[in-house]
């Protein structure tokens, strides 16, 4: 029904900046959703990054990426961006952005749709 694909991973050194991308298709009101980022590392479970809701005035971060990344999204494009700065090894995982199609308030709604994901890798 609604289709979620990441893109801009790729391998960044230590100190780099890197900047994903996600593009919604399929039957949805994209500018009614609140979205999300997650990243999952070898042998860990999947993390919560960041959130956004449909207007872009409530942000979320973990703590791990507070002051270095920064979520954003453009509703007429259907897009959700994701700027990661200062980067650190510990950053590395694949990446994915998820799609709430309601949000009441605090930090974790429930998510509805997922990406496959895109592979960031950061070097020392």
């Known amino acids: 029904q609604v289709q979620l694909v990441e893109s801009g991973g790729g391998l960044v050194q230590a100190g780099g900046s890197l900047r994903l991308s996600c593009a919604a298709s399929?039957?949805?009101?994209?500018?009614?959703?609140?979205m999300g980022w997650f990243r999952q590392a070898p042998g860990k479970e999947r993390e919560f990054v960041a959130f956004v809701n449909w207007n872009g005035a409530i942000t979320y971060y973990a703590d791990s990426v507070k002051g270095r990344f920064t979520i954003s999204r453009d509703n007429a494009k259907n897009t959700v961006n994701l700027q990661m700065n200062r980067m650190k090894p510990e950053d590395t995982a694949v990446y994915y952005c998820?799609?709430?199609?309601?949000?009441?308030?605090?930090?974790?709604?429930?998510?509805?749709?997922w990406g496959q994901g895109t592979q960031v890798t950061v070097s020392s």
């Open positions: 998820a799609a709430a199609r309601t949000y009441s308030g605090g930090p974790r709604p429930q998510y509805d749709y």
């Open positions: 399929g039957r949805t009101t994209f500018s009614s959703y609140a």
